[in-house]
């Protein structure tokens, strides 16, 4: 009986972990924080980074399952081994947090080296229109991104505007592209 009771409640949280997981892949609206240390921090959701590793963990356990009892059915074993595949790369995937300094922006990542650019080796500036992805390439071919899971994207453009000055692309948001259309 408590075996089934556990088997339920695990399973239950993985379904609201994978709710609460695609809720925070929607737009975060919230606002970039101000550390103590003076940098801006874009930061996603942490509910969104917890039900993710839920998610993985549950997966890689059920991708145990199929590959321990699936030793002689090639079908099944590989089903595990996509599932364990997949449930790395959700780790692999986990959000960093993006940190704005005076010296440059720095991306901070769960299960890789963190990414710096100081803001006179950055080169390339790709900002989506319809999307919210803003792409910053360094000297280097170092790539910070901004997407759709990190806050404050109004406020990340603002910055890298006002660090950047009129190093900025033509179509930057909000820059000169109507100038340039008219004449």
Same mark, same amino acid.
Request: net charge positive; charged share 20%; aromatic share 12%.
């Given at each position: %009986?408590? /075996? ?7 399973s239950f949280f993985? /379904? ?8 925070? %892949? ?32 549950? %997966? ?10 699936? !030793? ?19 780790? !692999? ?8 300094? =005076?010296?440059? !922006?720095?991306?901070?990542? /769960? ?29 280097d071919k170092t ?12 406020r990340f453009l ?12 033509? =179509? ?12």
């Amino acid at each position: %009986m408590i /075996w089934r009771v556990i088997h339920w409640s695990v399973s239950f949280f993985f /379904w609201i972990a994978l709710a609460l997981f695609i809720t925070s %892949m929607a737009s975060n609206r919230s606002s970039a924080t101000v550390r103590s240390s003076g940098k801006l921090e874009f930061a996603p959701r942490w509910f969104g980074v917890w039900a993710l590793i839920y998610v993985a963990i549950r %997966m890689g356990f059920i991708a145990w399952g199929y590959v321990r009892h699936g !030793l002689g059915e090639p079908l099944t074993f590989a089903t595990g081994a996509l599932l364990g595949l997949t449930s790395v790369g959700l780790v !692999l995937a986990l959000p960093g947090t993006v940190l704005v300094s =005076d010296s440059g !922006l720095e991306e901070v990542l /769960w299960s890789w080296r963190n990414k710096r650019i100081l803001w006179e080796d950055i080169v390339e500036i790709n900002t989506e229109r319809k999307g919210s992805t803003v792409t910053v390439i360094g000297a280097d071919k170092t790539k910070i991104i901004h997407s759709n899971r990190l806050p404050g994207r109004p406020r990340f453009l603002l910055e890298i505007r006002q660090h950047c000055g009129e190093n900025l692309p033509a =179509d930057f948001p909000g820059g000169d592209e109507n100038k340039n259309s008219s004449e």
